[in-house]
């Protein structure tokens, strides 16, 4: 276990980006089993819904480093996309191309797309989709329920440690 991320950014920005990327890549690459920080901001003085998702679109890339970029073989290079498609020509209505473009990892949350687009939406920050999705988790959460006699179980472990450590009075 590492604690990692947890940016001294005050909010999520360039800095808590890049400072969580390099954190984050920092302790993927030592082979951590367990990284703690995400959605920390302010070195740990502030917790963010919003940092929270981004810091897992960072480890979600981080971790499908850890799978490779696949094969190389003639078809995964799409050789003979490349020869039917020839110079100048695109990509997009290839079958090749829609049968692999999704392999490869993709955010949810960095804007991608063209600048008409992006200006037209409000030139919304990476920030403002986070937000938006923390929000929705919150209220559309429901958590897989406790198994039968686990409520008693953890009320009675509670209770014996406060017998022994906790001060009458």
Not at 1 to 14: E, N, P, Q, V
Not at 106 to 123: H, T, V
Request: charged letters at 25%; a negative charge.
């Amino acid at each position: 276990m590492i604690g990692t991320f947890a940016t001294g950014s005050k909010t999520s920005d360039w800095q808590g980006g890049a400072e969580n990327g390099m954190s984050g890549f920092a302790s993927w690459m030592s082979g951590v089993d367990l990284a703690s920080g995400a959605g920390l901001l302010y070195a740990a003085r502030v917790f963010s819904h919003a940092q929270l998702v981004l810091d897992c679109e960072l480890w979600d890339l981080l971790c499908s480093l850890s799978e490779g970029v696949g094969e190389f073989d003639a078809d995964a290079l799409a050789v003979d996309v490349i020869d039917a498609v020839k110079p100048g020509g695109h990509f997009l209505d290839q079958d090749h191309t829609l049968a692999n473009m999704r392999r490869v990892w993709q955010s949810k949350f960095f804007d991608r797309g063209n600048w008409e687009d992006w200006e037209a939406a409000g030139r919304p920050a990476p920030k403002v989709k986070a937000t938006a999705r923390a929000k929705e988790l919150i209220e559309t959460h429901q958590p897989y329920p406790l198994p039968d006699g686990a409520a008693d179980e953890i009320r009675r472990i509670v209770e014996e440690f406060e017998k022994e450590h906790v001060p009458v009075g």
